[in-house]
């Protein structure tokens, strides 16, 4: 259903904007002219008390706006036949005009005024927001999406019996949480525009230490990782879901509901089945932006594992299958053509010195040339011969061999052995300079903690849980700072082991 005065087609509700050519002068060769006058012309009005500029100010901000640009081309309608600075300008002000970013308004026959116009301001603001370093605006990320869950999670904040919650506050918090979490939505799809711009550059990159470095310090070191550390590591994942859970509860209370439409009706002349409808829509597009915001983080740590892998592939193919040997092949080669440019290989032959090493090549005429008699391989004699299975020596030196090999397989069972013996209470945690594995029966059960994170113990009815930190993670660029503990005389980076259940 359309509510009055609007469409149900966003094409509908610009088609007055379009048919106006607003958005012709981005289209035009010298769109940097047009860019600059307005960003210039929206700055100075908003420095004036009134909002609005002079004629001779703006004409001024316009002349000089071309001086910056003297190698733009302009159209004849925009002054390019012209050579005086001040004609052009003054047929680009009359472009402005016709193209309704600016409007002229006379007080008397001496004084005039230019005013900006709103979409001008709103196409400047636009422009500006595509224009800004992405990166240093997702730092704003972890405190957008903060405040959106500490309002929805604030007791009563939907309640429509609350004092505070009056019709028109309640669609003011609706709108504001609405343009919050679409905002935060827009910053996590700028980090995937990174991560792909990043993939870009690494597909590109022209040695293997260039590889590294950007695999290993300058995509982690990236502001992109803001927003993903931000869901992660200081829990604003289940913080999410629980502002999801109070607005879905709001979407389902027909008060709530009631209440947001009477703020509605009076904020946009509705009538009582409008607003209605609208409040339902409002408060299933909030409860759906935040139900979103988990799956697009679980693809952006898909585009990081696309990543990594492809920096592991790319670093595999600049070192192994490419190599030094491959770049002096070819260095040698560009050398010889450059040296012996013009010549054949019958002249080289001449030169003193030069023992050209060529295939030879055998010709075949007559009725030789018709069929070449290939050698036949030798026929493979697949057969085996079978075991005496009355031998007894060979099953039991299996079964000792089978033994021995189980003893030194790693599972979850000797992890969650090794974690029950050193940490007995859920939450605590020791580093591998708090304790010594003396045996290799040990250090194994100590490698299985390192390759699982949960385990169950036969004696024990739940399984337990752990996870492992390492001080890599912070100083993985400077590994003189990593410390290092022994045991049985192995040399291992120092880890923290903590028990979670």
Same mark, same amino acid.
């Given at each position: 259903?359309?509510?009055?005065?609007?469409?149900?087609?966003?094409?509908?509700?610009?088609?007055?904007?379009?048919?106006?050519?607003?958005?012709?002068?981005?289209?035009?060769?010298?769109?940097?002219?047009?860019?600059?006058?307005?960003?210039?012309?929206?700055?100075?009005?908003?420095?004036?008390?009134?909002?609005?500029?002079?004629?001779?100010?703006?004409? &001024?901000?316009?002349?000089?706006?071309?001086?910056?640009?003297?190698?733009?081309?302009?159209?004849?309608?925009?002054?390019?036949?012209?050579?005086?600075?001040?004609?052009?300008?003054?047929?680009?002000?009359?472009?402005?005009?016709?193209?309704?970013?600016?409007?002229?308004?006379?007080?008397?026959?001496?004084?005039?005024?230019?005013?900006?116009?709103?979409?001008?301001?709103?196409?400047?603001?636009?422009?500006?927001?595509?224009?800004?370093?992405?990166?240093?605006?997702?730092?704003?990320?972890?405190?957008?999406?903060?405040?959106?869950?500490?309002?929805?999670?604030?007791?009563?904040?939907?309640?429509?019996?609350?004092?505070?919650?009056?019709?028109?506050?309640?669609?003011?918090?609706?709108?504001?949480?609405?343009?919050?979490?679409?905002?935060?939505?827009?910053?996590?799809?700028?980090?995937?525009?990174?991560?792909?711009?990043?993939?870009?550059?690494?597909?590109?990159?022209?040695?293997?230490?260039?590889?590294? *470095?950007?695999?290993?310090?300058?995509?982690?070191?990236?502001?992109?990782?803001?927003?993903?550390?931000?869901?992660?590591?200081?829990?604003?994942?289940?913080?999410?879901?629980?502002?999801?859970?109070?607005?879905?509860?709001?979407?389902?209370?027909?008060?709530?509901?009631?209440?947001?439409?009477?703020?509605?009706?009076?904020?946009?002349?509705?009538?009582?089945?409008?607003?209605?409808?609208?409040?339902?829509?409002?408060?299933?597009?909030?409860?759906?932006?935040?139900?979103?915001?988990?799956?697009?983080?679980?693809?952006?740590?898909?585009?990081?594992?696309?990543?990594?892998?492809?920096?592991?592939?790319?670093?595999?193919?600049?070192?192994?299958?490419?190599?030094?040997?491959?770049?002096?092949?070819?260095?040698?080669?560009?050398?010889?053509?450059?040296?012996?440019?013009?010549?054949?290989?019958?002249?080289? &032959?001449?030169?003193?010195?030069?023992?050209?090493?060529?295939?030879?090549?055998?010709?075949?005429?007559?009725?030789?040339?018709?069929?070449?008699?290939?050698?036949?391989?030798?026929?493979?004699?697949?057969?085996?011969?079978?075991?005496?299975?009355?031998?007894?020596?060979?099953?039991?030196?299996?079964?000792?061999?089978?033994?021995?090999?189980?003893?030194?397989?790693?599972?979850?069972?000797?992890?969650?052995?090794?974690?029950?013996?050193?940490?007995?209470?859920?939450?605590?945690?020791?580093?591998?300079?708090?304790?010594?594995? *003396?045996?290799?029966?040990?250090?194994?059960?100590?490698?299985?903690?390192?390759?699982?994170?949960?385990?169950?113990?036969?004696?024990?009815?739940?399984?337990?849980?752990?996870?492992?930190?390492?001080?890599?993670?912070?100083?993985?660029?400077?590994?003189?700072?990593?410390?290092?503990?022994?045991?049985?005389?192995?040399?291992?980076?120092?880890?923290?082991?903590?028990?979670?259940?």
């Amino acid at each position: 259903m359309s509510l009055p005065g609007e469409s149900t087609s966003l094409s509908a509700r610009l088609a007055p904007v379009l048919a106006g050519n607003f958005f012709r002068p981005l289209a035009r060769p010298s769109a940097a002219v047009y860019i600059d006058c307005a960003e210039r012309l929206v700055e100075a009005a908003d420095e004036n008390v009134s909002g609005q500029l002079s004629h001779e100010d703006a004409r &001024a901000i316009i002349d000089e706006v071309l001086r910056s640009h003297p190698n733009t081309a302009l159209a004849d309608d925009e002054g390019g036949l012209l050579t005086d600075i001040s004609q052009r300008g003054g047929q680009l002000y009359n472009r402005l005009c016709a193209e309704q970013w600016l409007q002229e308004r006379r007080k008397s026959f001496t004084e005039r005024w230019v005013l900006i116009t709103p979409g001008l301001r709103m196409l400047v603001s636009f422009l500006g927001d595509l224009a800004k370093n992405r990166p240093a605006d997702l730092k704003d990320f972890a405190g957008t999406l903060r405040s959106v869950c500490d309002d929805l999670i604030l007791p009563r904040a939907l309640d429509p019996n609350h004092n505070q919650n009056s019709p028109e506050i309640l669609r003011q918090k609706i709108q504001e949480l609405l343009d919050r979490t679409g905002r935060a939505i827009n910053q996590l799809h700028t980090v995937e525009s990174i991560i792909l711009e990043h993939e870009s550059a690494q597909r590109t990159s022209d040695s293997a230490r260039e590889t590294l *470095h950007r695999a290993l310090v300058s995509f982690h070191e990236g502001e992109h990782m803001t927003c993903h550390d931000a869901l992660l590591e200081s829990g604003l994942l289940s913080r999410v879901a629980q502002a999801r859970d109070v607005v879905r509860e709001a979407t389902y209370d027909h008060l709530t509901k009631f209440r947001l439409a009477e703020g509605l009706a009076k904020h946009r002349s509705l009538n009582d089945s409008e607003s209605f409808i609208e409040a339902e829509s409002q408060l299933t597009r909030l409860e759906r932006l935040l139900a979103s915001i988990p799956g697009k983080q679980r693809a952006i740590d898909g585009r990081i594992s696309d990543f990594s892998t492809l920096s592991a592939a790319r670093y595999r193919y600049q070192t192994e299958m490419r190599g030094r040997q491959a770049d002096q092949v070819q260095s040698c080669l560009i050398a010889l053509s450059k040296q012996h440019a013009g010549q054949s290989f019958s002249n080289l &032959a001449n030169l003193p010195g030069l023992d050209l090493r060529s295939v030879e090549i055998e010709t075949y005429r007559g009725s030789n040339s018709l069929a070449i008699a290939y050698q036949k391989r030798p026929p493979v004699n697949l057969a085996f011969t079978t075991r005496d299975a009355g031998n007894e020596d060979d099953i039991e030196n299996a079964k000792e061999q089978i033994r021995r090999q189980n003893l030194d397989v790693l599972t979850p069972q000797r992890a969650a052995r090794f974690i029950d013996k050193h940490l007995p209470e859920k939450g605590a945690s020791i580093s591998t300079n708090q304790f010594r594995v *003396h045996t290799d029966d040990a250090f194994l059960d100590f490698l299985a903690v390192l390759c699982f994170a949960e385990g169950r113990l036969p004696n024990k009815r739940h399984p337990i849980s752990w996870r492992t930190h390492s001080d890599r993670r912070t100083s993985g660029t400077e590994p003189d700072k990593i410390a290092r503990d022994t045991h049985t005389s192995r040399v291992l980076e120092r880890l923290t082991i903590e028990r979670l259940s």
